[in-house]
Nanobody, 116 residues
Framework: QVQLVESGGGLVQPGGSLRLSCQAS????????MGWYRQAPGKQRELTAT???????TYVESVKGRFTISTDNAKNTVYLQMNSLKAEDTAVYYC??????????WGKGTLVTVSS
């Protein structure tokens, strides 16, 4: 079993920054890809950013140049640095931790609200 604990969400003004963290505990041997997804009110959950164990990253077009995903393998933590936040970034952000076995785990989510 793997447990994921997200933190770092909150209320921020447009143009501001936040850094989300997701720390994994348990047996994470065989990790393949870690990612952040988000779900805005009334919308489906969407992929936001991913990073492989080797450090390859992908981003949804709408966050390219503003968000950066990174990891600290020693701390079993994945981060999402979010800059130049916009109102449309308001969502619950979920951490996902995937394995070569095909299993994956989800965090409970952290709310990001961008509003003046």
């Amino acid at each position: 079993q793997v447990q994921l604990v997200e933190s770092g969400g909150g209320l921020v003004q447009p143009g501001g920054s936040l850094r989300l963290s997701c720390q994994a505990s348990g047996n994470i041997f065989g990790t393949s890809t870690m990612g952040w997804y988000r779900q805005a009110p009334g919308k489906q959950r969407e992929l936001t950013a991913t990073i492989t164990r080797r450090g390859s990253t992908t981003y949804v077009e709408s966050v390219k140049g503003r968000f950066t995903i990174s990891t600290d393998n020693a701390k079993n933590t994945v981060y999402l640095q979010m800059n130049s936040l916009k109102a449309e970034d308001t969502a619950v952000y979920y951490c996902n931790w995937g394995f070569y076995s095909g299993m994956d785990y989800w965090g409970k989510g952290t709310l990001v609200t961008v509003s003046s």
